[in-house]
């Protein structure tokens, strides 16, 4: 059987995002492979050294626009451990409140994303209809739908009164009867879903520990991973239980995603129900030194950022690792096997962010 | 009004390319899309292929490595086509004007017909510069 090869990429209907995938067929066949990654690369790592350490705040929540809360936050945490700057329990618990509202919104739109690659359009609809809530939200509370440009060293910088507490809870609950009604059980039940989805693009839990998946990408395969549990931010008050399935197949991490789904829009509601008074930002006197690693828990799975700071008002290093980045060996062990038919799924549960990955 | 600039008026059919932006622009044309704003209303559809589309939407700043592809996009639409970049760093370069891959705005590789400002630009701004090129396609056909 002769070989084709079909570019899968960068322009493709499925993604808003550029992706090449070079896929090498037999029949229908996926046998083989390449990832080809660039097109998005902007170079974000060094023009952070060439700004000054508060200054990369806005550089770095548009790293993506997706998670850009929970790329701030990373940075915020770490050059809060350079500066010796601790942020007050308040800001501490927005933090959260912007980290889960974010996810809710990105797992939204994954799963939308799916639903269309597989050409259930009203499910798609139905999805960014439920997200439209929590872009409300977010424009209420931070000011912008998208990049809410709230963290800063030293805490955040927006607080929410009573009143809009009131207000977003009343949102949550509207949202939350949305998906036990007419999301989560489509998900979770229909029989379309789980003929596309179901066996397909499995990794195994061996292969995802070894290719050092994350996210729900390693939950959907029974690795209990979840950044959230070493405590950053004001999780530490808060329960968490990692939401694992073991199928390792698409259709579990599609269920991982419905189901953290519902525990994000909770957590938010508990956030606000427990948020302690106080201020929200504390004054940054010194400059980074030193160095430091500071983690946190994305949509996708877990970022690292790694920052060196050397006592001026520049950084002198900013170093990202970003979830997709850490997810393509794996989708690269999914997809040989696979009919071509089923190509656009499989790289859509691992839900990639290009811009992330290429920053 | 002829008949063809009539139907190209009536049912614009966009194409649309993310070279570096950060998603946020790409999240809020797909959210133009979907049930609150709903642009499907006005016959605007999203299309894959670039051999059907009348208006190129582009988000994010030209790069050394997207800039062929985008011409490429551009050289397979039929004429006659639009550009509509959507967003301050497709306008020119914006907060990754000092990043040392990107070119700068996007007109430094393909002749721009609108620019839509916001970091991100809202659903609302970017159905009004759509709204704005269709003005430009009529005069166009005329």
Known sequence: MARTAIPFGPQHPVFPEPVHLKLELEDETVVGVTPVIGYMHRGIEKAAELKTFRQNVFLIERICGICSFMHSLAYCQGVEALTDVEAPPRARFLRVFW????????????????????????????????????????????????????????????????????????????????????????????????????????????????????????????????????????????????????????????????????????????VLAMMPAGEILVAVSNYPEGETVSRVEQPRGEEIMYLKGNSTNYLERVRVRTPTFANIPALLGMLPGCELADVPIITLSIDPCIGCTER | MDILTRSRTKSPWLLHYSCGSCNGCDIEILAALTPLYDVERFGIVNMGNPKHADVLLVTGPANWRNYRVLRNIYDQMPEPKLVVVVGVCGSTGGVFDKCPNTLGGIDTVIPVDVYIPGCAARPEAIIDGVVLALGKLEAYGT
């Open chain 1, 99 to 270: 980290s889960e509202l974010s996810r809710s919104h990105s797992h939204l739109l994954t799963l939308g994303l799916l639903a269309d690659a597989m050409g259930f359009e009203s499910l798609f609809m139905q999805c960014w209809r439920a997200r439209e809530i929590v872009l409300d939200i977010s424009e209420m509370t931070a000011g912008h739908r998208i990049i809410q440009s709230t963290c800063s060293v030293g805490g955040v910088r927006r607080d929410i009164n009573s009143e809009m507490a009131k207000e977003v809870d009343a949102r949550l609950r509207a949202l939350q009867e949305m998906l036990d009604r007419s999301i989560s059980p489509v998900f979770l039940h229909d029989y379309t879903i789980n003929r596309r989805t179901e066996g397909k693009g499995i990794v195994p839990k061996e292969q995802a520990e070894l290719l050092g998946a994350v996210g729900p990408t390693a939950r959907g395969s029974g690795v209990t991973v979840d950044i959230r549990q070493t405590g950053y931010a004001a999780y530490s008050d808060l329960s968490i239980d990692p939401v694992v399935e073991t199928a390792g197949d698409s259709y579990a991490r599609t269920k991982v995603r419905v189901r953290e789904l519902s525990r994000s829009v909770e957590l938010v509601r508990e």
